[in-house]
Structure formats: structure tokens, C-alpha cells
């Protein structure tokens, strides 16, 4: 007999090979914490408290340089801004949930979650709930224990474990989940042969003209679609 339902496994799959390019991140994160001198079981609580790989790492950094607490702070706000938009974005979805739901789901709203409910089909209220949920506890249970892993293996963890090449293909299993449609791939595809293209540029400039051209070339792709 199958316990979880297809939404809940679907949830499992998608969130798995998402976490992979995150890993680097939890352990690095444990590092972060044994390096900054504070408390290895408060530090750790972060990721449960918080769970937020950006802020928690610019919180502990903050405070292990002896940055005042309303510094500390407001800087870690910044850094999860991003969220606002999240928010506003499934606050329609919410509102059509119940309360517990309201409450609890913003704890495992991360960059990984949000992303999912953008490219799955998620039309029906109850498996929407299902599965926003079911994912963002798998990334979340994750984090949790390759942080704690993190710290208890600090010792011999090497200084540089990967996290560059994490960030590119976390944001790249991303965008390849987002594309559904030929003109999506023609935007990527652009997009990446002009910031190739402009790579030798200083302070990443080619980087904004890729995101302009591929803002261009995507509305033009919307018209036609119209």
C-alpha cells in the first residue's frame, strides 16, 4: 500500500536533485559557524530557527565579527528581501488555504520552493498545500542535518568545496525547470551567448546587458504569443 500520494512523491523528486547543488552550502555553513566562535548548538538552531542559507550566513559572519546586534539584523533583512516578492506573488494561493497553512507555510518559503510552485501545475488548492509543503520540509530536513554535518566535520573539510560551480548549476537546475516553451529556450539561449559574449567585461556589466537584451527579447516573445 503507498502511503504518500502522487503530489507528496512528486514533491520528494523534484526537490531532491535541487538540494544537491545546495549541499556545498550546508557545509560551508557548518564551517561558518565553528570559524566565528559562536556556540556550535546556536549557530546550528539557525537552521531551524531562521532557515535561510543567506541570512543565516550573514548573520553568523556579522556576529562572529563582533557587528552590533541592530546591524546584525538589518542586514540579514536585506539580504532575504527577496522574500516580499515571493509573498506577493502566492499571496493569492494563500489566501484560499486555511489558517494553519497561512501560518506555517512562510517558514519553507525559500528560493527553491517558490521556483517549484511557479513551473508545476499546481491548479487544485489541496495539492498545492500538499506539495509546497512536502517540498519545502525535504529541503528543509536536509539543510538541517548536512549543517549539523557541517560543523561536526569542520575539521576536515576542505576551504574550498565547490561553491561557485553550486551556485551555477543550483540557479541553473532552476532555470531549466522553468522552461516550458520554445520561446523561453530562445531567451536562454540568448541570454547566455551575450554574457558570454561580454564576459571580459569589468564589474560584470556583461552580465546586466545579457538581462536587459534577454528582457527585450522575451517581451518580444510574449507580443507574438499575444
Request: aromatic share 10%; hydrophobic share 55%.
Given at each position: 500500500m503507498k502511503i504518500?500520494?502522487?503530489?507528496?512523491?512528486?514533491?520528494?523528486?523534484?526537490?531532491?536533485?535541487?538540494?544537491?547543488?545546495?549541499?556545498?552550502?550546508?557545509?560551508?555553513?557548518?564551517?561558518?559557524?565553528?570559524?566565528?566562535?559562536?556556540?556550535?548548538?546556536?549557530?546550528?538552531?539557525?537552521?531551524?530557527?531562521?532557515?535561510?542559507?543567506?541570512?543565516?550566513?550573514?548573520?553568523?559572519?556579522?556576529?562572529?565579527?563582533?557587528?552590533?546586534?541592530?546591524?546584525?539584523?538589518?542586514?540579514?533583512?536585506?539580504?532575504?528581501?527577496?522574500?516580499?516578492?515571493?509573498?506577493?506573488?502566492?499571496?493569492?494561493?494563500?489566501?484560499?488555504?486555511?489558517?494553519?497553512?497561512?501560518?506555517?507555510?512562510?517558514?519553507?518559503?525559500?528560493?527553491?520552493?517558490?521556483?517549484?510552485?511557479?513551473?508545476?501545475?499546481?491548479?487544485?488548492d489541496t495539492d498545492f498545500r500538499h506539495y509546497y509543503l512536502a517540498a519545502g520540509f525535504t529541503f528543509w530536513f536536509m539543510w538541517a542535518v548536512f549543517t549539523g554535518l557541517g560543523i561536526i566535520l569542520a575539521p576536515i573539510i576542505p576551504a574550498s568545496i565547490g561553491i561557485e560551480i553550486a551556485i551555477t548549476l543550483m540557479f541553473l537546475g532552476l532555470l531549466?525547470?522553468?522552461?516550458?516553451?520554445?520561446?523561453?529556450?530562445?531567451?536562454?539561449v540568448v541570454s547566455a551567448a551575450i554574457a558570454l559574449w561580454f564576459a571580459h567585461l569589468d564589474n560584470q556589466v556583461g552580465l546586466i546587458i545579457a538581462v536587459l537584451v534577454s528582457l527585450v527579447v522575451a517581451t518580444i516573445n510574449e507580443w507574438r504569443r499575444a
Open positions: 504518500l500520494s502522487p503530489i507528496v512523491r512528486a514533491a520528494f523528486k523534484d526537490m531532491l536533485p535541487l538540494f544537491l547543488p545546495a549541499l556545498p552550502f550546508a557545509l560551508l555553513f557548518g564551517v561558518m559557524v565553528v570559524e566565528s566562535g559562536v556556540p556550535h548548538l546556536l549557530g546550528w538552531s539557525s537552521s531551524i530557527i531562521m532557515f535561510g542559507g543567506s541570512a543565516q550566513m550573514t548573520l553568523i559572519t556579522l556576529v562572529g565579527e563582533g557587528a552590533a546586534v541592530s546591524a546584525a539584523i538589518t542586514t540579514t533583512l536585506i539580504v532575504t528581501a527577496r522574500h516580499i516578492l515571493y509573498s506577493v506573488t502566492l499571496a493569492p494561493r494563500f489566501q484560499l488555504q486555511p489558517r494553519w497553512f497561512r501560518w506555517l507555510g512562510p517558514y519553507v518559503l525559500i528560493d527553491q520552493v517558490f521556483a517549484l510552485t511557479q513551473v508545476r501545475d499546481l491548479s487544485d531549466l525547470m522553468a522552461i516550458k516553451r520554445k520561446s523561453q529556450v530562445v531567451t536562454a
